[in-house]
């Protein structure tokens, strides 16, 4: 059954959890000592609980079927991404995550009907690659982020994995071998494939062996088969795919750098020689199309975002002064900027932002980079003040509504924190942080079964099935837990036990 342009963009994001990093890099000891030492009693609760509390089982399995159909990738899909949470890391921010599904977006825009609901992730891995698991997951590496000059590029790649999922190229794979469990095998294929040996192992009950019996390449044809179709949708988009040619030839660089060690994405994708040549046959063959001028701010903001919160500060440093003095220099200046923010260097990270706002005035989002310095360092009063401002010129700017609602609670504004993470919460119901800061408010207000429920949507957005279901049950036994919560509850623990039989 063909679903319309049903895109639903959810936000997915995840680092081993906010007790010991939040986002951009920093510590949440900022938080009231009293919300803190409420909060940290609750959850030794919570741990003395669970570990009196059972073991789930890891099942796997779809059953035996001979064709992979939509429906079937769409479970495998499902399954995956809650071992993927758990075992990538995968960069747990709003706004990085929001420019790549708004990329994405308008990828789909160009394709038309698709079979899934797409999702796109940053990981944060310095190997260079980028792959499109069953239905419609698509994960990105900060390393192959690195390796990119413009939006184009990025595009470019995004829409090559994308015409992989929408030409079903992965099925296609699976399909050719019907002896093995279909839905083992698939994950087997998109665990390797994301260069996560252990989560192949984890995922396969059977025996290793269907792993060596697959291939892992896409075919020649399935390759070019992909890089005609995201040509087609650049030129539909007015993007110029002279991109895809130059981020080919990127690839084929690194492939002769590292002769040693081949990146993972050249182990699915081979082969950019070849590649290289039909883009360029390609490119020589188009006709009269105009391309429209791309503003690189957003991307060269969120890539430096991406390197200060994934590279090695001491490696990027020098490297930022460098570019500095080149091309995109001011924008390296903003990934300096961010680096000192990670590194707690508050006024060093000021002076930066404003020369990045002195170059971009009256970009609202740099306001909010401003409120976010603001809010590390203490600062309730102003980070108010720049995140009010960043939000009044644009209203939509959901990276300023977080940390809005982040000062809020930290200086202890418990009401007003909860109105805007509510409200969040209704238009990112994926994104892991708002539950756990919902928890927060919830257990220091004295509300334990929603703070239960909170903590067991935290958990399932992580990856954690085990302590989400147990955090789950906590709340749905409690008959203090309103009837809303309580059937959102029912409907995950029904959710997460369908997962585990399958
Ligand atoms: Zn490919």
Excluded at 437 to 448: C, D, R, T, W
Aim: proline fraction near 3%; include cysteine.
């Amino acid at each position: 059954m063909v679903q319309g342009n049903r895109m639903i963009f959810l936000l997915f994001f995840l680092t081993p959890g906010p007790p010991q990093k939040a986002v951009s890099g920093q510590t949440l000891t900022q938080m009231t000592s009293q919300t803190n030492s409420v909060f940290r009693v609750f959850l030794t609760a919570v741990a003395v609980l669970f570990f009196h509390s059972g073991v789930i089982q890891f099942q796997n399995g779809l059953g035996d079927a001979c064709a992979f159909s939509v429906g079937q990738e769409r479970e495998v899909g499902e399954k995956l991404l809650t071992s993927v949470r758990k075992k990538f890391d995968l960069l747990d921010d709003l706004d990085i995550t929001r420019y790549i599904n708004g990329i994405g977006a308008e990828i789909l825009g160009a394709a038309g009907s698709q079979y899934f609901d797409y999702k796109f992730f940053v990981v944060n891995d310095r190997d260079f690659n980028a792959f499109a698991a069953p239905s419609g997951l698509v994960f990105m590496n900060s390393g192959l982020i690195e390796m990119m000059d413009s939006e184009n590029e990025l595009f470019s790649v995004l829409a090559h994995e994308c015409a992989h999922v929408s030409n079903r190229h992965i099925a296609g794979r699976i399909e050719k071998s019907t002896k093995v469990q279909i839905g083992a095998m698939a994950l087997v294929l998109a665990g390797v494939a994301l260069g996560a040996g252990e989560l192949s192992e984890a995922l396969i009950t059977g025996s290793m062996a269907t792993a060596a019996s697959m291939s892992l390449k896409f075919s020649r044809i399935d390759e070019e088969e992909a890089d005609r179709q995201a040509f087609e949708w650049m030129e539909k988009t007015e993007r110029d795919p002279a991109a895809m040619y130059k981020m080919l030839q990127t690839m084929r660089r690194i492939a002769r750098i590292n002769r040693n060690k081949i990146p993972t994405y050249l182990l699915t994708h081979p082969e950019p020689e070849v590649r290289m040549g039909y883009v360029q046959d390609l490119l020589l063959l188009r006709g009269g199309h105009s391309y429209k001028n791309v503003d690189e701010f957003e991307f060269l903001r969120m890539k430096y975002r991406v390197l200060a919160l994934s590279r090695d500060h001491s490696i990027l440093r020098p490297r930022l002064l460098k570019k500095i003095k080149k091309k995109d220099g001011i924008m390296a200046e903003f990934g300096l900027s961010q680096l000192y923010l990670a590194q707690g260097d508050y006024l060093k990270a000021m002076e930066s932002l404003q020369k990045v706002i002195f170059a971009y005035p009256g970009r609202p989002i740099l306001m909010a980079d401003r409120g976010v310095i603001h809010l590390q360092a203490g600062r309730y009063e102003k980070a108010l003040e720049s995140l009010g401002s960043a939000i009044r010129a644009d209203p939509e700017c959901v990276y300023a509504s977080y940390y809005l609602a982040r000062t809020y609670h930290q200086s202890g504004d418990l009401i007003r924190a909860r109105d805007y993470y509510k409200d969040l919460l209704v238009r990112f119901p994926a994104y892991s942080r708002l539950y756990y800061n919902m928890s927060e408010i919830e257990a220091v207000s004295g509300q334990q079964p929603a703070a239960h429920y909170y903590l067991g949507m935290y958990n399932w957005l992580e990856g954690d099935r085990r302590l989400a279901k147990f955090h789950l049950k906590e709340a749905v036994k409690n008959l203090n837990l309103g009837n809303r919560i309580r059937s959102k509850a029912d409907n995950m623990l029904d959710k997460i036990r369908e997962i585990e039989k399958r």
